[in-house]
């Protein structure tokens, strides 16, 4: 892996953050090895020993501090997210947002605020792959001047569950099962579907899991979203409702679901690879932030409860404005310093933002703090480096394992005289937080609104929006998952659930699963109180307030650049330099990232004796790691690469997975040999080219031109069906 950019750019502002970190830093260039308590250590190969030959000796405080350390390395990974991977940055607001919200990082646009932001996938462990169908988190800690504001969201807009006190449930479910701890990092298991079919109101959810945004490309084409509807309010005092969004600007992009198993294998670090290299080659990945805004009054206003977080309000009912921009810039120092030990918190927020009454929310402010005294051993997890304000922290909390601050003073109380009544309150005026004064008049109650009753209308609006392609691929994925439940039962049970969202995705399932279609109009909801009349647990049915909605399908996204793709190159010796270098130069000037692999690494002699270096051999890559293959021409590179079972392997897989794929003309021969040359016309024009995404070309040029255009596509999902060959 290259190595991390420390700095955002010559002239850039200091970064508080960054200046912060830098106290806790070290480094061992040009200095001497020594013990945790600074004496220089003359021997580190050989422990004390009672003769050479002789049993280690007691008395060695060095290799005993050596290896209690060692001993005492791992801290309990996340409950759920677990795996992660982080970076660095800063978040700039586009215009003063003040007639919504006070905080204060949301106001002056040449501010830059230091961020953190964490991603992760939720059910596997730390080591398990990057690949998993899963949601995966998007945890975005600011540095505010005015204490840390924690956006702890995820790349689908709603959630599973609509009340705090089923998660354990459902993560229990999710998780490996418990007799074997199989599967890993996969809900394709009969306890997941188990829950999953008692429990309708996750059918909008599982639209979500289903779908290709499960699999993303990449961390940097993901959306991002705070699910629950926050409020913001402004130094009136007044209040409005709030959607929180990411939006890619590289667009939202996924690989294929066979693409992604074989990732999971072939590079099981390929997410985190992807945006660790991104930022060290100086791509910064760049996201806007969005936010739907509800007046107060309108709380009441749609057909769908605004607390339910089974919800999402579709943009053509409240559009998204785009008020900033999250740029990250910078690869951690230390994985375990600051991506292992980072702790993010929903109820971490700052004057003018809010939390509303969503009661998945609600159990998540006590969650995070909670679990944090666990995993990273006590109360002063706030000290760590990564997890320390910018802001001043005074207050008369003390001690506790691992305490870092040396407070000063008699006072640990307030009021107090002996202080001076230090430290002080904050009027509101001078930043001290108040929370919103919402009135609340009601009895203390078990109880769920009925307003939450819809579990089907958005999971159908979701899958009405999907392309014919996406389409395709949620029946695959379901199929897929049910086809590893082993309890016919249960996949019935969900065919039930899938048949109140969509009969002929039911129905292509059921197929799929060697079941009938279920007949049924009634679901039985599972999850209700001992005393609960399941009649009165029903399901409503809510009239559809909208056919499609765009932006829910990825068809839609940006499909304007080919900045950071992975193109590969196949060549040998014998390519025709002149070719290659045209279309290496013309995908670089573009931003994509060539590169060339070859039957071994080193180099290849090209046709006109140059020497180009060998990126990659073909056997430490594979054509999932690309985005897209070009072959060059030259008569002994053709020759060879038309021979190379693992070439024509990496050709024929990039076709099933949708890629664009160039051939000089010069290299028919290498397409002849793939078992997709039969699939495409000989003399394919432009046109078709740009359609099929099958490039062949005998100008460089002009096979560069299209290239770039096809690569921009992302994938060419339409042949995937029609067109499959085995890979
Ligand atoms: Fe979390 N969640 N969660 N969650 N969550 C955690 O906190 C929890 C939920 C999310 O990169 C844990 O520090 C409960 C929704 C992210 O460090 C834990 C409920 C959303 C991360 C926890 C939810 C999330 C977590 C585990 C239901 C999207 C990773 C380790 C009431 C809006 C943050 C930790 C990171 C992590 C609890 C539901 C996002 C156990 C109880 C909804 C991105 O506290």
Known sequence: MAKSTKKAGAGAPADPKLQDLQANTESGQDQFLTTNHGLKINDDQNSLKAGDRGPSLLEDFILREKITHFDHERIPERIVHARGSAAHGFFQVYESMASYTKAGFLQDPSVKTPVFVRFSTVAGSRGSTDLARDVRGFAVKFYTEEGNFDLVGNNMPVFFIQDAVKFPDLIHAVKPEPDNEIPQAASAHDTFWDFISLMPESAHMIMWVMSDRAIPRSLRMMEGFGVHT??????????????????????????????????????????????????????????ELGVQIIPEQDEHKYPFDLLDPTKLIPEELVPVQRVGKLTLNRNPDNFFAETEQVAFHVGNIVPGIDFTNDPLMQGRLFSYTDTQLIRLGGPNFHEIPINRPVAPVHNNQRDGHMRQTINTGRTSY???????????QAKMAEGGFTSYTERIDAHKVRQRSKSFFDHFSQATL???????????????????????????????????????????????????????????????????????????????HVKPYLDKSAPLSMANTSKDSIKTRKVAILAADGVDAAALTTVVNALTAQGAVPEIIAPRLGSITAENKEEIPVRRSLLTVASVLYDAVYVPGGTNSVASIAADPDAIHFLNEAWRHCKAIAFDEAARQVLEATYFARKVPANPDAATQLETGLILSANADELAKTFIAAIAMHRFWEREKPQKVPA
Not at 414 to 424: K, V
Not at 478 to 494: C, D, N, P
Request: aromatic share 10%; with cysteine.
């Open 230 to 287: 926050f409020r913001l309010v402004n130094a009136q005092n007044e209040a409005c409702f709030v959607k929180f969004h990411w939006k890619p600007l590289l667009g939202v992009h996924s690989v294929a679901w066979d693409e992604a198993q074989k990732i999971s294998g072939k590079d099981p670090d390929f997410h985190r690879r992807d945006l660790w290299e991104a930022i060290a080659n100086g791509d910064f990945p760049e996201w």
């Open 414 to 424: 307030h009021p107090n005289s002996l202080g001076g009544g230090c430290p002080f």
């Open 462 to 540: 979701f899958y009405n929006s999907q392309s014919d392609a996406e389409k395709n691929h949620l029946t695959d994925a379901l199929s897929f998952e049910l086809g590893k439940v082993e309890t016919v039962a249960i996949r019935e049970r969900m065919l039930g659930i899938l048949f109140h969202i969509d009969k002929g995705l039911a129905s292509a399932v059921a197929y799929n699963l060697g079941l009938p279609v279920p007949k049924h109009e009634t679901i039985l909801n599972h999850s209700i109180p001992a005393d609960g009349d399941p009649q009165a647990f029903q399901p409503v």
